[in-house]
């Protein structure tokens, strides 16, 4: 296992706690994250990455980005790793439920199993698992907490809507 940097971020939802492998992302973890690894790392302030990402994390919490463009290494299971990926595939302004990401990994019985997935998320707003739902459109947990999510679905709609044309 490589050696892990980090470095602090400010951002609207509190202080995020950013870490990197030598050359990618590995957690981004917010203000009372449950399940939060302690982590021993180095300072980041210098890393290519984590600058990066903080520059990204900037311009999306400006409104000014949708999505982000940097390397990702999430630790864990295949299982997990698979539910990950899906979550990329959520639009930005959009919410998917849980059923419907089961569906779309083509495991239709496991909605429970990708919820589970879905919590252990080492990678909060990047990786965007804030926009999985209950099927009743329920805001149910989320590792950062649910004022938390209600934030970031609001910051990503406000941003998602058209904006109104003169015709």
């Known amino acids: 296992m490589s050696l892990l940097h980090e470095r602090r971020i400010s951002s609207p939802l509190g202080e995020l706690h950013?870490?990197?492998?030598?050359?990618?992302?590995?957690g981004?973890?917010?203000?009372?994250?449950?399940?939060a690894p302690v982590i021993v790392a180095r300072d980041g302030r210098e890393h290519p990455v984590l600058g990066e990402a903080a520059r990204q994390l900037a311009e999306y919490f400006a409104g000014k980005?949708?999505?982000?463009?940097?390397?990702?290494?999430?630790?864990?299971?295949d299982f997990q790793r698979e539910v990950w990926r899906a979550l990329l595939e959520i639009p930005f302004g959009k919410t998917q439920s849980y059923a419907d990401?089961?569906?779309?990994?083509?495991?239709?019985?496991?909605?429970r199993a990708v919820?589970?997935?879905?919590?252990?998320?080492?990678?909060?707003?990047?990786?965007?698992?804030?926009?999985?739902?209950?099927?009743?459109?329920?805001?149910?947990g989320y590792a950062g907490g649910i004022t938390a999510k209600r934030w970031l679905l609001s910051h990503e709609q406000e941003r998602h809507a058209p904006h109104p044309t003169i015709h």
């Open 18 to 26: 950013v870490v990197a492998s030598d050359e990618a992302i590995v």
């Open 28 to 35: 981004v973890y917010l203000p009372g994250h449950k399940g």
């Open 65 to 77: 980005r949708k999505f982000f463009m940097l390397p990702l290494e999430p630790r864990g299971s």
């Open 101 to 111: 990401l089961a569906r779309a990994l083509g495991r239709p019985q496991a909605a």
């Open 115 to 140: 919820g589970a997935a879905n919590a252990k998320n080492p990678i909060s707003i990047i990786v965007p698992c804030h926009r999985v739902i209950a099927g009743d459109g329920a805001l149910t």
